[in-house]
């Protein structure tokens, strides 16, 4: 069983960056696409953007494309999403998941964190 712990979220002003941290218990989270997702409030849980197992391939939602990066370091089980010029429509709940593949579907991924906070100020 694969558990996973967001960090890193936070209050923050428009324009500026943060950097949202994954980490896993358990069980590695080697073998596994991870993908990040959002959840405004009022809102459906949206992809954001997921990485390989192998770290070599990306892929993000046309909102966050250019200003938001994924990353994962499989030796501490650990990735990672730095949000640059961050927007207040950017304000959501955060979330970490695990998956066999990579897809930005919400429902094929397995393991989920519990997520985190970014507040997006104007």
């Known amino acids: 069983q694969v558990q996973l712990v967001e960090s890193g979220g936070g209050l923050v002003q428009a324009g500026d960056s943060l950097t949202l941290s994954c980490g896993a218990s358990?069980?590695?989270?080697?073998?596994?696409?991870m993908g990040w997702f959002r959840q405004a409030p009022g809102k459906e849980r949206e992809f954001v953007a997921y990485?390989?197992?192998?770290?070599?391939?990306?892929f993000y939602a046309d909102s966050v494309k250019g200003r938001f990066t994924i990353s994962r370091n499989s030796a501490i089980n650990t990735v990672r999403l730095r949000m640059n010029s961050l927007k207040p429509n950017d304000t959501a709940v955060y979330y970490c998941?695990?998956?066999?593949?990579?897809?930005?579907?919400?429902?094929?991924?397995?393991?989920w964190g519990q997520g985190t906070q970014v507040t997006v100020s104007s």
């Open positions: 358990g069980r590695t989270f080697s073998g596994y696409a």
């Open positions: 990485i390989a197992w192998s770290g070599g391939r990306t």
């Open positions: 998941a695990a998956a066999e593949y990579t897809t930005v579907r919400a429902n094929d991924y397995r393991h």
